[in-house]
């Protein structure tokens, strides 16, 4: 049972484009949605992360949006470079302290 | 930042033979460690939780005794791949929180091959 759905599987954009990737949920007591970033041969690093009390939330070039009723949050990456080619998975975690789950990832490439 | 720092990055083993990774919390206390395993181009699954002073929770389908994960300290946690096999051969992350609901952070992972 695959608790958090993540799309697209891979996705390419121009320089400068905004790359956006969805996910959503089931279960309604998570409470904290991660997003990592994975180069090839490296650990995942965390990028950003919301909590279910705000609608958005930004870092830098990435923001976080989440829809609580709809169970669903984004990763949108403004002024998108090719140093952010790279995979993306989001997770969710309830509770704190607890396990992480994760979706299935999300290949991305920024063209020059 | 909090640094999880992991060794070996890659080791190649034959197989039947055993291999131990090592995960460390460099700037802080980790009473809680998670081990993950990820196959190319898929998700990290989680294998088991490491909790220092006890035994670890394993996920449902990972073999406890070909995987076993030992925290002995606040620090480090170690996962022994034991009579490894070519379908052992994957990428293993490890990844620890200083505290309840600080963010998890993830070690550069071990690649590991069986021959």
């Known amino acids: 049972q695959q608790q958090v759905k993540q799309s697209p599987q891979s996705l390419i954009v121009q320089k400068g484009g905004i790359p956006i990737i969805n996910c959503a949920y089931e279960n309604t007591a998570f409470d904290y949605f991660p997003w990592y970033q994975q180069f090839p041969g490296k650990g995942p690093a965390l990028l950003i992360a919301?909590?279910?009390?705000?609608s958005e939330k930004k870092e830098g070039r990435f923001t976080i949006s989440f829809n609580k009723s709809a169970k669903q949050f984004s990763l949108h990456i403004m002024d998108s470079q090719p140093g952010d080619s790279a995979t993306y998975f989001c997770?969710?975690?309830?509770?704190?302290?607890?396990?992480?789950?994760f979706g299935t990832g999300t290949q991305l490439k920024v063209e020059l | 930042g909090a640094v999880v720092s992991q060794h070996p990055s890659w080791v190649i083993c034959k197989s039947g033979t055993s291999v131990k990774i090592e995960c460390r919390s460099l700037?802080?206390?980790?009473?809680?460690m998670f081990w993950y395993r990820q196959f190319p181009k898929q998700s990290l699954m989680l294998m088991a939780t490491s909790n220092e002073g006890s035994k670890a929770t394993y996920e449902q389908g990972v073999e406890k005794d070909k995987f076993l994960i030992n925290h002995a300290s606040l620090t480090l946690s170690t996962l022994t791949v034991t009579s490894a096999h070519p379908e052992d051969s994957s990428f293993y992350i490890c990844s620890a929180r200083s505290q309840g609901n600080s963010p998890l952070h993830f070690g550069n992972g071990t690649r590991l091959t069986v021959t």
């Open positions: 919301i909590r279910p009390d705000v």
């Open positions: 700037d802080f206390q980790a009473t809680t």
């Open positions: 997770a969710a975690e309830k509770g704190g302290g607890n396990k992480l789950t």
